[in-house]
């Protein structure tokens, strides 16, 4: 029952991205569809917070290093009712709180404002640093990106995360293999991630990063080690739900138009989803 | 002026100690630099609220900015020129722009580190820190300054930026005869109008050594101290432009967007004909020696201040 129920929380979200980018012109889609099931199974079947409680001191955090994905991040707490969904009406036009970057001065339950990557893992270091010290239980989720994995600060701290045993502290890796241009692989090699996290002192788990059953049993099993920070590497599909862009590092960005095909194709395939898991009449 | 002469990184980590035991939220932050900055008498007496990064300023300031999310007063130190350049980025967003109450603390700033090279000195901090949104620029010339900058930037909630100086020097006045507010700039002389000189940070006292020199010679001389380089004192700043004949800038800082740049941004749209001139460092001069020799090299004596001015007056 919980499964389905995050299923169709994750299938609004992508119905956010895809009629925000649709009607409003330029997004990320592509990353924003690859890490949806994620952002579903923290807020649905993970997090401690409070919706009518945004700035509980004790709830648990999330900060989107990869803060390009913030279509994945407003449809999510969208559904999780911080804010109303017209407020995507606004996306790419002066004065919006849903720019595209998340601000947490903007939009309510956004934990910490993000853009530049490579921020996220010592910010959330610095959250679960507290939480430590102060013996409060909260833990700190950070979502990065896989290309993202260049930036050296992450590397810094993820140094300091175990050296103060941060296990209150995990880190997602949404594994699309896919960045603005092209393959990881070709851009710059992150195959061994996992050996990787594990040399700097994690605790790493790969998983179906689609899969709400296994995403939801490995979060629930969080901390993977005592004493060691986690990190989830999560292999994903980049504008997964999309069928004719899934896969093809083209649709980082997505401005399809109104009209166009693509548009038709999208929201095609969206309806088409609903009507297999039998959500509409 | 008093000849005593205390060290700043001393008299930095008295206070430092003192503002941790009163207040436990306050978090001192080393980037390996706990001996440099001096925070060593924290890290003994309260080692509880120290904190250690290592050689990683950009961590530390996310780190720092976590921190301050959840209720913490972090101070975090490192050299200057690392902790704000390296880490630029990382200040601008997650301390500017998210306005984190985050204490940062760009030690060995200006010159002091002239041995060592230019990739040690910080003489475009200034420039950077005062750009960013929400941030308040403190430049503190003497050790009053330096402790007086230090508690201010704990009563204020919000990020702070303090250009650390190194080396020992004597004080421009008797400190139970001055007052220290962020945003307040200080007459330290005022015997007329026809140069006026604004000084800040450690070439406070060659500021005001040059201008005895001048008010010798018979000028009528201003001298104002602006500790606080971001807000600036506007007021106390136009007041004096109105009548001045000349006003001159000294800064132991690039002359591209620092202190004097502050000041000619603040005085673009107000009354006054005074020639303004910014004392600084060149644009280009990279250069090492001792840190007399360099700031003499630099033209940032008070001799040289003195002959820069009087070449202006005289033309």
Redesign the interface.
């Known amino acids: 029952m919980q499964i389905e129920t995050i299923e169709k929380k994750a299938f609004n979200i992508r119905k956010h991205i895809v009629h925000t980018v649709i009607n409003n012109g330029d997004g990320h889609a592509g990353p924003s569809l690859s890490c949806t099931d994620i952002l579903a199974t923290l807020y649905f079947g993970i997090m401690d917070i409070k919706v009518d409680e945004p700035k509980y001191?004790n709830r648990d955090r999330f900060i989107l290093s990869a803060g390009h994905k913030c279509l994945a991040l407003y449809g999510t707490l969208i559904e999780k009712g911080f804010e109303m969904a017209d407020v995507m009406k606004t996306y790419n036009m002066l004065g919006t709180k849903v720019p595209g970057h998340p601000d947490?001065?903007k939009f309510t339950g956004v934990?910490?404002?993000s853009?530049?990557l490579?921020?996220g893992?010592?910010?959330?270091?610095?959250?679960?640093?507290?939480?430590k010290?102060?013996g409060e239980k909260q833990r700190?989720f950070v979502l990065m990106g896989d290309g993202e994995q260049g930036e050296?600060?992450n590397w810094?701290?993820a140094?300091?995360a175990s050296?103060h045993c941060l296990d209150n502290l995990v880190g997602i890796i949404d594994r699309n293999g896919l960045q603005i241009n092209g393959s990881t692989l070709e851009v710059l090699d992150t195959r061994d991630l996992r050996e990787r996290y594990s040399a700097f002192g994690w605790s790493v788990k790969v998983v179906d990063g689609h899969n709400i059953e296994e995403l939801l049993s490995t979060f629930q099993s969080i901390p993977f080690q005592k004493g060691k920070p986690s990190m989830v590497i999560a292999n994903t599909i980049k504008s997964k739900g999309m069928p004719f862009a899934e896969g093809d590092f083209k649709y980082h960005h997505w401005n399809p138009g109104k009209d166009s095909q693509e548009a038709k194709d999208a929201l095609d395939a969206l309806e088409h989803y609903a009507k297999e898991k039998g959500w509409t009449k | 002026m008093t000849t005593k002469k205390r060290n700043p990184r001393d008299a930095f980590g008295e206070a430092l100690l003192e503002l941790g035991k009163n207040n436990s939220c306050v978090m001192a932050v080393s980037c390996d630099s706990g001996s440099g900055s001096g925070m060593n008498p924290f890290k003994k007496e309260l080692p509880q609220q120290y904190l250690e990064v290592g050689i990683s300023e950009q961590n530390a300031i996310g780190v720092s900015a976590g921190l301050a999310e959840s209720g913490y007063i972090p101070v975090v130190s490192a050299i200057a020129p690392f902790i704000s350049m390296r880490a630029f980025e990382q200040v601008r967003n997650d301390l500017g722009y998210a306005n984190m109450n985050v204490k940062v603390i760009g030690s060995s700033s200006g010159l002091s580190h002239c041995a060592l090279g230019s990739t040690h000195q910080a003489i475009e901090d200034l420039t950077l820190m005062r750009s960013i949104p929400n941030m308040v620029v403190l430049n503190p010339g003497d050790v009053f300054e330096v402790e007086m900058s230090l508690r201010a930037a704990i009563d204020h909630q919000g990020p702070v930026y303090i250009r650390m100086p190194r080396h020992e020097m004597a004080e421009p006045l008797d400190a139970s005869e001055r007052s220290f507010e962020i945003g307040k700039g200080e007459y330290l002389m005022n015997t007329g109008d026809d140069i006026v000189i604004a000084v800040t940070g450690t070439l406070t006292i060659d500021g005001l050594m040059a201008a005895k020199i001048l008010d010798e010679m018979g000028f009528g001389v201003k001298v104002i101290n602006f500790t606080t380089v971001k807000p600036l004192d506007t007021g106390i700043l136009s007041e004096a432009y109105q009548n001045a004949k000349y006003l001159f800038t000294v800064e132991e800082h690039s002359v591209i967007g620092g202190f004097g740049s502050a000041v000619v941004e603040a005085l673009a749209a107000t009354k006054g004909k005074a020639p303004i001139h910014i004392v600084g460092i060149a644009d280009g001069s990279i250069n090492t020696g001792p840190y007399r020799e360099l700031l003499e090299a630099y033209g940032l004596t008070w001799e040289k201040i003195v002959d820069r001015i009087l070449f202006v007056v005289k033309k």
Request: charged fraction near 15%.
């Open positions: 001191p947490m001065k934990d910490f404002s853009g530049a490579g921020h893992l010592p910010i959330g270091s610095g959250m679960a640093l507290s939480a010290l102060k700190v050296g600060s810094e701290a140094m300091f050296h």
